[in-house]
C-alpha cells in the first residue's frame, strides 16, 4: 500500500438496513465495485448509490467520518474524497473499472460540492427508530478506530533488541516502546 494515510479502510455509510430486505436495498455497508459503477458525480443526488456515502443520512455537517487504512479517522466532506482512495491507487495510468467495466479516473471525485449538504432521507432508519440510540455512532467508530490503530500498533511491534536498546525512538515507536517497557519490581 503506498499511502495508507489517504487509503480509505472504513467510512458512515447509510441506506436501508430493514432485515426483510437483506441482499436487496438493505446492503448499504458495501463500498463495492457496484457503488462506484452507479454513484458519482454524475448521478443524481437521490439516487439509491449515492445514498451510500454521497448524500448518507445524518452526515455531520455535510462531512462522513472515514477510517483510513494507516489508523487514524477524520471527518471529510464526500466531495473532497476520489476514486483513488477507495481503490487504494495513487497514480495515473492504471485503470480503475467498476462493476460495469467503466474506467474510473484515479483523482476523479466520488461526488459534488452541492450534494456534500443532501441527505438521501431525512426519516430516522429504522434500527434508529426502535433504539433511540443514533447519536451513539460516533462512539462506536470511536471504538473500532481504536481497535483499528491497536491491531496497527501490534503489527508495527519493534524487535526484542531493539526494545531492549537505550535509545528513545521517536512516533508511534515510542508510544510502543513506552507500553513495552518492563514494570519496577517491587523489593
Known sequence: ????????????????????????????AWIDTVWAA???PGFAANSQFNGRIQTAYAKHNGRVNIIYADGHA????PSALYWGQFYGVFQSGITL?????????????????AYDSLQWSTTPRI???????????????????FFVAMLLF??????????SAAVV?????RLISIFLKPAASSQ
Open 169 to 173: 525512538p521517536r512516533g508511534p515507536r
Open 154 to 163: 501490534i503489527s508495527l511491534r519493534p524487535p526484542k533488541s531493539f526494545r
Open 97 to 113: 473499472l467498476n462493476y460495469d467495466h467503466n474506467p474510473l479516473q484515479w483523482n476523479g471525485p466520488i461526488s459534488q460540492t
Open 127 to 145: 434500527k434508529d427508530i426502535a433504539t433511540k440510540k443514533h447519536k451513539n455512532h460516533n462512539l462506536t467508530l470511536s471504538l473500532l478506530c
Open 38 to 40: 452507479r454513484s458519482g
Open 74 to 77: 477524520a471527518p471529510s466532506y
Open 1 to 28: 500500500m503506498t499511502k495508507p494515510s489517504e487509503t480509505v479502510a472504513m467510512c458512515d455509510v447509510s441506506g436501508s438496513n430493514d432485515p426483510a430486505f437483506v441482499n436487496g436495498v438493505a446492503d448499504a
